[in-house]
Nanobody, 113 residues
Framework: QVQLVESGGGLVQPGGSLRLSCAPR??????????AGWYRQAPGKQRELVAI???????DIADSVKGRFTIFRDVTENRMYLQMNSLKLEDTAVYYC?????WGPGTQVTVSS
């Protein structure tokens, strides 16, 4: 089982920015051998896809965050990022990295004034 490590969550005011990062704990696992993505789950809601990047680098972003969030990867560093700008209250959720058929433990993002 591949362990994924996420970082970058926290508390931010509306309109603020955060950058999430995800990488395998062991570098022997090449993160982009398959599609990788970010999901989120807000309290009382189902987990939903936020953004995904395919093996060839093609990207897909959920309509709810399009224009505000960007997914990108650093293949050399074997790391994936989610840049979140213009954050809204409704972006509050636990954000999960998914890669190589495994989930990260999640990182909390709270948008509050």
């Amino acid at each position: 089982q591949v362990q994924l490590v996420e970082s970058g969550g926290g508390l931010v005011q509306p309109g603020g920015s955060l950058r999430l990062s995800c990488a395998p704990r062991r570098s022997v696992y090449r993160m982009f051998a398959t599609a990788a993505g970010w999901y989120r789950q807000a309290p009382g809601k189902q987990r939903e896809l936020v953004a995904i990047v395919g093996r060839e680098g093609n990207e897909d972003i959920a309509d709810s965050v399009k224009g505000r969030f960007t997914i990108f990867r650093d293949v050399t560093e074997n790391r994936m990022y989610l840049q979140m700008n213009s954050l809204k209250l409704e972006d509050t959720a636990v954000y999960y990295c998914h890669a190589l058929g495994n989930w990260g433990p999640g990182t909390q993002v709270t948008v509050s004034s």
